[in-house]
């Protein structure tokens, strides 16, 4: 089976605004950092690819590190704790670096329609249906969210490290370098907790035009791809949730997973 | 097992199960724009400072417009400029749910050279403070992260898309010596009961081994000395443990001293040791709670004191209760031991068992 023919829905060209959840990415002072650059890196919550800079929180850290090359060991991405940016880290700009964050979000509780825009907007349907199966379609939801991201800077070579799998809970894996990928489409693989993630409601949005999301669904082998036409900084992101634990004071554990990166323009 | 006896394990164990909630609840994510209020005889003033592109972009957004990017100090004022006039409908500013009209100014816009200096804007909002009023509720939309608003020597954290809540104007006078100790000896008592129930649970562990008192208070006593150490020296910074490091071996020793109740029954020599290792463990735990809770600056010794004995009362609480619904009642019955400790001991050791597993996939 192709990739094209795998993909379950076509990426569509429709405005999507976030309802009520936030996303989470990396957002590097500079994409295509130069040789030995002390590059503060910052960590973002926001909509539509607009956000605030988050103070770096150690206690809610458990990844943040800097990959230099496929084999290459990670490096801490240093900083102090209670400002920003949430880290700084040393790059050589010779090869694709890949920035990856893990760490605890927080809680939250959201009315029901609310919560059911929310998950309307992010794929999320089959938690609705699984919802109204419980009863508990007209309650508070309540949701403990944790955060993964990516960021991918852009080097004088590419590296097999954008393709690197990190163990993240929820992962978002690209084909190849897409920062050194002029072609007009990107594809790759989600995975959640290291098994690809079938349904996945994958969805991108263009620094510069954040307005305007495209996205598609993973099929049964977590593989998607979307057109990303345009050169330009883009923000690759999904959403999945499990039931919280019985022990678990929330209703629901969602993983959010984003990818940043700079996509040359199309020769 | 009489049926009274059976039910009344039962509900003990469902009353504990029921508020197995999660073992920290974190907040929401705190970004770093900031609101300060300030009152006067016949006028309010705001500050809001924030990040000056995301701010300018969310006006953009709102518009319908694409947002701009990489703008330098000159167009991001040229811009907010342009766009002052639609501020005040994104800002609700209410006194006693009377909605107030609202002046905005841009006040100042920094974007230092350094990469590692923040860019921001400081925002002018003003207007009349109607006689008498006593509460006031805000809300601006376009902060989108969690933030704190200053008001009359207060802190309160806004979250975004939250309704904004009547704030007073006029706080009381500040908390007395009694009140804060009432305060944190509350705190530390409901951080055993209802909030800790994995506290609850290895107190429970202790409390099983045997049905003696001696060995019941050396074994409380080791507890009670060793989380009090780690909770000051953890306070005072002398010791320090990530909390993925702590709460999994918190629930580790759960699953330990109720293991080791299905094999002895009586205090081995190292179990006083080994509950003083855990102790230290759980004071630990305690630590980072009453970090996350914050202390006064000017009651500090007070309030941890007050913290630690409603902990003490929490786990003296659970300790009665185990005594009045089982110890009491039942502890000479031949059937105590296999019918009672021997599947108790299995559940909390079980339940030990899986709160390390999660947490140590979790933390």
Sequence with gaps: MTLRAAVLVLALLLPIRCATAHDFWIEPASYRPGAGFALPVNLMVGELFTGDALPRDDSSIRLFALYPGLTAPPRAVIGTDGITPGGTVLVDGARTALLAFSGAGGVTELPPDRFTAYLRSHGLEWVEVEQKARGEESETAREHFHRHAKALLTAAAPDAVAGRVLGQTLEIVPDGDPTQDASPSFSGRILWRGEPLAGCLMIARLYSDPLNALQSRSDAAGRFSLPLAQGGVWLLQAVWMERAGWFSGQDWESHWSSLTFLKPEPR | ???????????????????????????????????????????????????????????????????????????????????????????TVAFDGTPAPTRIALEAVEMPEDPLLPDYIVLRVDGVLPAGAQTISWQFDLLKSRHALLLAGQTHWLDPDAPGAALPLHPGPPPTRPDIAGQYLWLGFIHIVPDGPDHVLFVLGLVLLTTRLGPLLTQVTAFTLAHCLTLFLALDGVVSLPSAVVEPLIALSIAYVAAENLFTRRLTRWRPALVFAFGLLHGLGFAGVLQELGLPEEHRILALLSFNLGIEAGQLVVIAAAYGLLLHRFKDRVWYRPRLTTPASLGIAGIGLYWTVERVFTL
């Excluded at chain 2, 009274?4 to 039962?10: F, L, P, R």
């Excluded at chain 2, 469902?14 to 609840?25: E, N, R």
């Excluded at chain 2, 970004?31 to 300060?36: A, D, K, L, Q």
């Design chain 2, 1 to 91: 097992m009489t049926r009274s006896a059976t039910g009344t394990w039962i509900a003990l164990l469902l009353s504990l199960l029921a508020f197995c909630g999660p073992g920290s609840a974190m907040a929401h994510e705190i970004g770093e724009s900031r609101v300060v209020i300030e009152t006067g005889a016949a006028r309010w003033t705001a500050r809001i400072t924030t990040a000056p592109t995301p701010f300018l972009n969310r006006l953009e957004l709102a518009a319908g417009q694409a947002p701009s990017r990489g703008l330098n100090r000159d167009q991001i004022t040229a811009l907010l400029a342009r766009f002052l006039p639609d501020l005040s409908r994104h800002i």
